[in-house]
């Protein structure tokens, strides 16, 4: 059980288009889920925290308008770069804590959502 | 501020040996987590520990919450267990989020 999936599992865009990232919980559900990246042989920065319902919590130095998160149910969650950059390019990580498991006392980690950009 | 720090960033061990990684954190934490990140990036849960002592297989874990540390302890390590260990903590102020450390790059040679 609490098993995260993401999708796509890598992308390679050219410049200035938007990419969509989903992230689900497959067994569980989750009223909040959690967007991280990570630079090559670096550790997980937190982007924002991803509201069901409401509007995402960003970390500081992270642009909503450029990453957009929607929560639209239990188990679903949506990060979108819009107008992507080279600079975007990285390794996108969502995960969720499982409401039944203690809540948020255990996150589940997706497989992550390489991303280039041209 | 508050930080989670690890140590040693790499490791090099020789198939069959022991080896412990260590985290420190600043303040009083509500959870602690080790992870074990694989060559694909695919973050696989350890321990959920945010205090005493816990043991699967050939690793187990021991967090001292009152002296802000706790200790990830592989033995008789295989070269399957190569790949990046993190801690994450959720300090208690800093409500849900999970803070993660700078990892140990652990390599197993056959």
């Known amino acids: 059980g609490a098993v995260v999936s993401q999708h796509p599992s890598r992308v390679i865009c050219k410049s200035g288009t938007s990419v969509k990232i989903e992230c689900r919980s497959l067994d569980f559900q989750a009223t909040t889920m959690f967007w991280y990246r990570q630079f090559p042989k670096k550790s997980l920065m937190l982007m924002a925290t991803?509201?069901?319902?409401?509007?995402?919590?960003?970390e500081q130095g992270v642009e909503k308008d450029k990453f957009l998160i929607n929560h639209a149910s239990l188990t679903l969650s949506t990060l979108t770069v819009t107008s992507a950059h080279p600079e975007d390019s990285s390794f996108y990580i969502c995960s969720a804590g499982d409401l039944k498991r203690g809540g948020l006392e255990t996150q589940y980690f997706g497989p992550g959502t390489r991303l280039l950009v041209l | 501020g508050i930080q989670v720090e690890q140590s040693p960033p790499d490791l090099i061990l020789q198939e069959g040996a022991n080896s412990t990684l260590r985290c420190n954190f600043s303040?009083?934490?509500?959870?602690l987590q080790w992870f074990h990140q694989n060559p694909w990036g695919q973050l696989i849960n350890l321990f959920y520990i945010p205090s005493g002592t816990k043991q699967n297989g050939r690793l187990s874990a021991t967090t001292v919450a009152t002296e802000r540390y706790s200790l990830l302890y592989i033995s008789s390590s295989q070269t399957t267990d190569s790949g990046v260990y993190f801690c994450a903590v959720r300090f208690k102020a800093a409500g849900n989020k999970l803070t993660f450390g700078g990892g140990t790059r652990v390599l197993v040679k056959p």
């Open positions: 303040d009083s934490v509500n959870n």
């Open positions: 991803s509201n069901e319902g409401s509007k995402a919590t960003y």
